[in-house]
């Protein structure tokens, strides 16, 4: 079965700090997908990014990052030099399968406050 | 170009009632589906559907909770005699073929 663990409930940084949000997963597929939401307080799930099993770059976008390693089930997130606007709730998720089009499997989700 | 939208926004219902959501896709994506998140669960996928094939209806709770989807576009979620613990809010998504999901502003239900 699939699951995706966000160990870290809450994080509170000050502005301009960088912060890492952490995701681990299990899946027995050898096939699957990842992803980052953002859920800011107005509650619309807002797509980041997706990423499938055979593709272990990392990736930058701006000021987020993201680093996946396969060798510790891991796909984190970093967003540098933190704004208020980044405070949301973050969600990792996973989609199992060579479609990459099932139900996601999310992680409990990262509460991030970025204060002033 | 417009999103997902869902109706209504906010839903309160007696428990026992029946309920129904409404979702509308971003237009042209063939596959939709449908979530809850409420506090003590987290966010749970409940059903998918994509073009005309049979939904994956594995992350349905119970049989009390239906969907369907009409002509490839529009579905509706039907929760048949709701109970307090059915008191979430109902996230519906869509995506193209094998693309990235994007997500509606959802339905809070609350069952009194």
């Known amino acids: 079965a699939q699951k995706v663990t966000q160990a870290q409930t809450e994080i509170s940084v000050v502005e301009k700090e960088d912060v890492t949000l952490d995701c681990v997963y299990e899946?027995?597929?050898?096939?699957?997908?990842l992803f980052w939401y953002k859920q800011p307080p107005s509650g619309e799930l807002v797509f980041l990014i997706r990423?499938?099993?055979?593709?272990?770059q990392n990736e930058i976008s701006g000021r987020y990052s993201w680093n996946f390693q396969k060798s510790t089930s891991s796909f984190n997130f970093t967003i540098t030099a933190s704004q208020v606007v980044d405070s949301a709730v973050y969600f990792c998720?996973?989609?199992?399968?060579?479609?990459?089009?099932?139900?996601?499997?999310f992680g409990k989700g990262t509460h991030l406050i970025i204060q002033p | 170009g417009a999103g997902v939208s869902q109706s209504p926004s906010n839903k309160v219902t007696e428990k026992g009632k029946d309920v129904e959501l409404r979702c509308d896709p971003i237009?042209?994506?063939?596959?939709l589906y449908w979530y809850r998140q409420s506090l003590g669960q987290g966010l749970e996928f409940l059903i998918y559907?994509?073009?005309?094939?049979?939904?994956?209806k594995s992350g349905l709770p119970s049989d009390r909770f239906s969907a369907e989807r009409t002509g490839g576009s529009v579905s509706t979620l039907t929760i048949q005699r709701t109970q307090q613990e059915d008191s979430a809010v109902y996230l519906c998504?869509?995506?193209?073929?094998?693309?990235?999901?994007?997500f509606g502003p959802g339905t809070r239900l609350t069952v009194t």
């Open positions: 998504a869509s995506s193209l073929a094998l693309r990235e999901q994007y």
């Open positions: 899946t027995r597929d050898t096939t699957y997908y």
């Open positions: 990423r499938n099993s055979f593709d272990e």
């Open positions: 998720a996973l989609s199992e399968g060579r479609r990459g089009a099932d139900g996601l499997t």
């Open positions: 237009s042209g994506h063939t596959a």
């Open positions: 559907f994509q073009g005309n094939s049979a939904p994956d």
